[in-house]
């Protein structure tokens, strides 16, 4: 594997001492004869192999920053669990120097209902394009009220522009981002701020290009199949192994940088038969490591299965990831918002499924599906609501639509502060896409920066085979070229011109609301919701009181009866003149059972006085 840092993420490995000594150890099986080549000076140095295939051995006269191979049977290739990659997937590894001038001494991490997630992709985020310059953008984050920057994945992927779900150095961050040392600075400057950091990992599968796990051992199975590639073999013969490889990456990124939880990236790809799958044995891991370090560490994973044994605990014969993204709120509210039947869409009803979805949970739990043709899901009773994460917009729901168009090119602007509110004041861990809250009108499809051009021509002809099931118009832009890649750029300039600047104002005043009604640290909110002539209504309580809101999501008024037994008083009204709208339709006090008009795509929050 790597050479072994000051805090080993696994128990596997040895150390890194300093003064030009350093362990290397690499699980590899596959070879007849493996070696360690170092570079400047060049030498090579012979490994020993136990009886598990673990080659080891200790070297003086090596520093930080030092290249480095691993020799198997006369091909040169890079460590599969190296922490940098200076000179790309198909260069040396490199070693990195373990220390770095912390100064979170304090941070212990925040508890999972604090937190109010921000995607961010580093290379589109700025033009600079890495972890640095996304710091000077923290502090605007803060203030908008985001407490959790989450990371799409920065594993070291071939070339410099690529989603990040072709990665193959599960340990490394990317070198065109500012590698290791770059990562760690953004993470510690997240936690200066209070923010914490989540960051988006891939156990299902690695990247086409550069990935030497092969070579070395059986990391892949042809059992399985992912719709991106050879599965990983977690459950064959030799499955220890490749799962300690994947442990210990994980928490690498914990202790080593820092991270405050994990996304994992589409768990439902990841086959797995044992009795103690991959999932719990990660799930045990970083959970432990967490207690040890004495900081809050969450799994969060992306799902397709509404399976909610993910989220239970373990003692109730669940895996004990502490949350999971809910595609169904965002494709209920999505089908509601739009008029969009095509692929998984088609099992949607809009605000019929919202109403199952809004209080914190499946749409559906086992139910016929018709995109799937079959039954799918099970119940999430009992679940609590801040076990699921929720979204208007996310990387995947943007790019994966033929152009990467955002709702902000799909909407009026009164429809999208409706969509916001619905994420916003919903009782589950709300995730913002970067931009979305000023209205970014960057689109975000898929872009890659393959050398092989039999490779990106099948990236090609797989991107238009995806967008069949939706019959959108046209090819998609070419994920290949880099004019791809720099139109998705954000263009922060826009959040100080008029509509832009009211839209950022009125997320930031429906973050401040969710925190006013939901105590920090506190309970997550009860939720009950039901639909009345194309108007969700969702009940909730705020500490003593009650709270009503409206959403109308006709381009046409609507009326609502409120409630006879008290007055009530307006806290919020998207549709005010204040937040860019035609002006308040529902006045400030309410009185018991007065009918109250709504006006089109209004968000409104009424309070019991």
């Given at each position: 594997m790597m050479p072994v840092q000051d805090h080993p993420a696994g128990d596997r490995q040895g150390s890194f001492t300093g003064g030009g000594r350093c362990a290397f150890c690499v699980w590899a099986p596959a070879p007849d004869v493996i070696e360690l080549h170092l570079l400047s000076p060049d030498r090579l140095v012979p490994l020993a192999r136990d009886e598990a295939g673990y080659a080891r051995t200790t070297v003086e006269g090596i520093g930080a920053g030092s290249l480095y191979w691993y020799r198997l049977d006369g091909t040169d290739l890079p460590d599969p669990a190296s922490r940098s990659q200076p000179h790309g997937v198909h260069g040396p590894s490199q070693v990195v120097d373990p220390t770095f001038p912390w100064t979170d001494q304090g941070w212990a991490g925040l508890a999972l209902p604090d937190y109010l997630m921000y995607e961010v992709h580093v290379g589109t985020f700025t033009d600079g394009g890495t972890f640095d310059d996304v710091v000077p953008h923290l502090d605007d984050l803060a203030e908008l009220g985001v407490t959790a920057v989450e990371l799409m994945p920065v594993a070291q992927f071939p070339g410099t522009r690529n989603w990040g779900y072709d990665g193959v150095f599960p340990y490394a961050?990317?070198?065109?981002?500012?590698?290791?040392?770059?990562?760690?600075?953004?993470?510690?400057?997240?936690?200066?701020?209070?923010?914490?950091?989540?960051?988006?990992?891939?156990?299902?599968?690695?990247?086409?290009?550069?990935?030497?796990?092969?070579?070395?051992?059986?990391?892949?199975?042809?059992?399985?199949?992912?719709?991106?590639?050879?599965?990983?073999?977690?459950?064959?013969?030799?499955?220890?192994?490749?799962?300690?490889?994947?442990?210990?990456?994980?928490?690498?990124?914990?202790?080593?940088?820092?991270?405050?939880?994990?996304?994992?990236?589409?768990?439902?790809?990841?086959?797995?038969?044992?009795?103690?799958?991959?999932?719990?044995?990660l799930a045990e891991a970083v959970h432990t490591r967490g207690a040890a370090l004495r900081r809050r560490i969450y799994l969060i994973a992306e799902t397709t299965l509404n399976d909610s044994r993910l989220v239970r605990p373990r003692a109730a014969g669940g895996t004990g990831i502490d949350a999971q993204w809910n595609d169904d709120f965002h494709h209920a509210l999505h089908t509601a918002l739009l008029d969009e039947r095509g692929g998984y869409y088609q099992d949607y009803a809009g605000i019929p499924d919202l109403v199952r979805a809004f209080p914190g949970a499946y749409v559906y739990t086992g139910q016929f599906s018709a995109f799937r043709q079959r039954s799918h899901g099970n119940s999430s009773a009992g679940v609590p609501p801040d076990r699921f994460v929720v979204f208007a917009q996310n990387h995947d729901q943007i790019g994966n639509r033929s152009r990467g168009d955002r709702l902000a090119d799909l909407l009026p602007f009164e429809a999208l502060k409706l969509a916001a509110g619905c994420v916003l004041l919903s009782p589950c861990i709300p995730l913002l896409f970067m931009g979305e809250e000023y209205g970014e009108r960057a689109p975000f499809p898929y872009f890659v920066s393959h050398t092989d051009p039999a490779l990106v021509d099948a990236v090609r002809r797989g991107r238009r085979g995806e967008f069949a099931a939706f019959a959108w118009e046209g090819d998609p832009p070419d994920p290949q070229a880099e004019a791809t890649f720099r139109r998705a750029r954000l263009n922060h300039h826009l959040k100080d011109e008029e509509g832009h600047r009211t839209l950022r104002q009125f997320y930031r005043e429906l973050i401040r609301l969710?925190?006013?009604?939901?105590?920090?640290?506190?309970?997550?909110?009860?939720?009950?919701?039901?639909?009345?002539?194309?108007?969700?209504?969702?009940?909730?309580?705020?500490g003593a009181g009650k709270l009503t809101i409206l959403y109308n999501f006709h381009p046409r008024p609507a009326e609502f009866a409120v409630p006879a037994h008290r007055p009530w008083r307006r806290l919020l009204d998207s549709s005010d003149a204040a937040w860019g709208g035609p002006g308040a339709a529902v006045p400030a006090d309410v009185r018991a059972g007065a009918m109250v008009m709504l006006n089109p795509y209004a968000c409104v929050v009424l309070v019991e006085p």
């Amino acid at each position: 594997m790597m050479p072994v840092q000051d805090h080993p993420a696994g128990d596997r490995q040895g150390s890194f001492t300093g003064g030009g000594r350093c362990a290397f150890c690499v699980w590899a099986p596959a070879p007849d004869v493996i070696e360690l080549h170092l570079l400047s000076p060049d030498r090579l140095v012979p490994l020993a192999r136990d009886e598990a295939g673990y080659a080891r051995t200790t070297v003086e006269g090596i520093g930080a920053g030092s290249l480095y191979w691993y020799r198997l049977d006369g091909t040169d290739l890079p460590d599969p669990a190296s922490r940098s990659q200076p000179h790309g997937v198909h260069g040396p590894s490199q070693v990195v120097d373990p220390t770095f001038p912390w100064t979170d001494q304090g941070w212990a991490g925040l508890a999972l209902p604090d937190y109010l997630m921000y995607e961010v992709h580093v290379g589109t985020f700025t033009d600079g394009g890495t972890f640095d310059d996304v710091v000077p953008h923290l502090d605007d984050l803060a203030e908008l009220g985001v407490t959790a920057v989450e990371l799409m994945p920065v594993a070291q992927f071939p070339g410099t522009r690529n989603w990040g779900y072709d990665g193959v150095f599960p340990y490394a961050a990317q070198e065109s981002y500012g590698g290791p040392a770059g990562l760690r600075r953004f993470v510690d400057a997240c936690h200066r701020r209070g923010l914490a950091v989540v960051l988006d990992v891939v156990h299902n599968h690695l990247g086409p290009e550069g990935n030497v796990l092969a070579a070395y051992g059986p990391y892949f199975t042809d059992r399985y199949r992912t719709p991106w590639g050879d599965a990983l073999n977690f459950d064959g013969p030799h499955s220890d192994e490749v799962r300690a490889l994947f442990i210990d990456s994980a928490l690498c990124w914990v202790t080593d940088c820092h991270i405050d939880a994990l996304r994992l990236d589409a768990v439902h790809a990841i086959v797995d038969h044992s009795a103690r799958t991959f999932l719990d044995a990660l799930a045990e891991a970083v959970h432990t490591r967490g207690a040890a370090l004495r900081r809050r560490i969450y799994l969060i994973a992306e799902t397709t299965l509404n399976d909610s044994r993910l989220v239970r605990p373990r003692a109730a014969g669940g895996t004990g990831i502490d949350a999971q993204w809910n595609d169904d709120f965002h494709h209920a509210l999505h089908t509601a918002l739009l008029d969009e039947r095509g692929g998984y869409y088609q099992d949607y009803a809009g605000i019929p499924d919202l109403v199952r979805a809004f209080p914190g949970a499946y749409v559906y739990t086992g139910q016929f599906s018709a995109f799937r043709q079959r039954s799918h899901g099970n119940s999430s009773a009992g679940v609590p609501p801040d076990r699921f994460v929720v979204f208007a917009q996310n990387h995947d729901q943007i790019g994966n639509r033929s152009r990467g168009d955002r709702l902000a090119d799909l909407l009026p602007f009164e429809a999208l502060k409706l969509a916001a509110g619905c994420v916003l004041l919903s009782p589950c861990i709300p995730l913002l896409f970067m931009g979305e809250e000023y209205g970014e009108r960057a689109p975000f499809p898929y872009f890659v920066s393959h050398t092989d051009p039999a490779l990106v021509d099948a990236v090609r002809r797989g991107r238009r085979g995806e967008f069949a099931a939706f019959a959108w118009e046209g090819d998609p832009p070419d994920p290949q070229a880099e004019a791809t890649f720099r139109r998705a750029r954000l263009n922060h300039h826009l959040k100080d011109e008029e509509g832009h600047r009211t839209l950022r104002q009125f997320y930031r005043e429906l973050i401040r609301l969710r925190h006013a009604i939901t105590p920090r640290g506190g309970p997550p909110p009860r939720a009950q919701a039901q639909d009345r002539d194309g108007v969700l209504v969702v009940d909730r309580t705020a500490g003593a009181g009650k709270l009503t809101i409206l959403y109308n999501f006709h381009p046409r008024p609507a009326e609502f009866a409120v409630p006879a037994h008290r007055p009530w008083r307006r806290l919020l009204d998207s549709s005010d003149a204040a937040w860019g709208g035609p002006g308040a339709a529902v006045p400030a006090d309410v009185r018991a059972g007065a009918m109250v008009m709504l006006n089109p795509y209004a968000c409104v929050v009424l309070v019991e006085p």
